[in-house]
């Protein structure tokens, strides 16, 4: 008889967060029950060509008329600039003018090309002096947020920054004055190779992080010390889209809706670079909640394992 994984607690130290890994609670990856399919047709879609070549731009890559990737205000934004108490900007990042392919459908060069993207709306936004905070992220599939499936991402700056970020911030500067190097470098090293690895280059490393907070969560990693998306090189960037590309792609076969995310504060110019995927698999109920202690049931060499499969 095989012997039953048991239930353990992992502490993410930078984050400062408490996972239980109960593995006995789920099986083997399979595929999930889609989710239900948009209503929104191409020919209604507001960000297909036919509707958004009339909004104003603030960005085009690849020109006006035939753009790759293009950038436009949020029509709903959460923060303002007319607004004192919740000031800021919102930006949509569309990814391909095509309405039904996914970024994990796109050629690794038109990832990297939006990674681009990201990096010029950063830098643009981050010249606003009261402007402290950025959020570049994705919302794929109706659990994770979505609510237009045609391909696209968002950029959200603030003058306010989530103390939770200042809190991370904090604790992985105590941690390199204390060891005397980043320890975002440090994860790089001790993961290439381990259980929870997926894959890496001379450029950027993947793997699953030990504390993972989600199903099959997946971290990015540039492996130079940079703070910034607008700092990536080109042939980070493409390294960068080849493997989320991979960790996407493999999502999508079995239906897991997905967020992904960076964080940018602005005036600090020592965080390490890295993507965060967040599968939506599971939702969070009352043990969650009322404890903040968060079940995982898929173990991350278990996820490692997932991606690294052919």
Same mark, same amino acid.
């Given at each position: ?23 006995? @609670?789920?099986? @083997? ?42 950038? +436009? ?18 930006? +949509? ?19 990297a090309s939006v990674l681009k993207v990201y990096g010029q709306r950063v830098k643009d936004l ?7 905070y950025i959020l570049v992220f994705k919302n794929n599939g109706g659990t994770a947020g979505a ?23 904090? @604790? ?79 999502l999508n076969n079995i239906n897991l809706p997905y967020n992904l995310y960076l964080h940018q +504060? +602005? ?44």
């Amino acid at each position: 008889m095989a012997k039953k994984s048991r239930a353990e607690i992992r502490e993410n130290y930078i984050h400062n967060r408490i996972v239980i890994i109960a593995p006995g @609670r789920s099986k @083997r990856p399979h595929v999930f029950k889609s989710p239900a399919p948009s209503q929104i047709h191409k020919k209604e879609c507001p960000f297909c060509p036919e509707k958004i070549n009339s909004a104003k731009a603030e960005y085009n890559l690849g020109g006006a008329k035939n753009w790759k990737v293009k950038v +436009v205000k949020n029509k709903f934004p959460i923060v303002s600039k007319s607004n004192p108490d919740v000031y800021g900007e919102q930006d +949509v990042i569309i990814e391909t003018p095509e309405h039904d392919v996914e970024l994990a459908e796109l050629s690794v060069k038109h990832i990297a090309s939006v990674l681009k993207v990201y990096g010029q709306r950063v830098k643009d936004l981050s010249k606003d002096k009261k402007i402290n905070y950025i959020l570049v992220f994705k919302n794929n599939g109706g659990t994770a947020g979505a609510s237009i499936d045609h391909a696209h991402s968002q950029i959200f700056a603030s003058e306010f920054i989530p103390p939770h970020v200042l809190e991370k911030l904090k @604790r992985a500067e105590e941690y390199e004055i204390r060891r005397g190097e980043c320890y975002y470098c440090r994860l790089i090293n001790k993961e290439l190779h381990g259980p929870r690895w997926i894959g890496h280059d001379s450029n950027v490393a993947a793997f699953t992080p030990y504390a993972s907070r989600y199903n099959y969560e997946a971290w990015l990693l540039t492996r130079r010390h940079i703070d910034n998306v607008s700092d990536l090189n080109e042939k980070e960037r493409l390294s960068m889209a080849k493997y989320l590309k991979k960790i996407i792609a493999k999502l999508n076969n079995i239906n897991l809706p997905y967020n992904l995310y960076l964080h940018q +504060v +602005v005036h600090y110019k020592d965080e390490h670079l890295y993507f965060r995927i967040c599968p939506r698999r599971a939702t969070w109920a009352g043990l969650e909640l009322g404890s903040r202690l968060i079940v995982n049931s898929v173990a991350p060499e278990e996820a490692a394992k997932f991606y690294r499969e052919k």
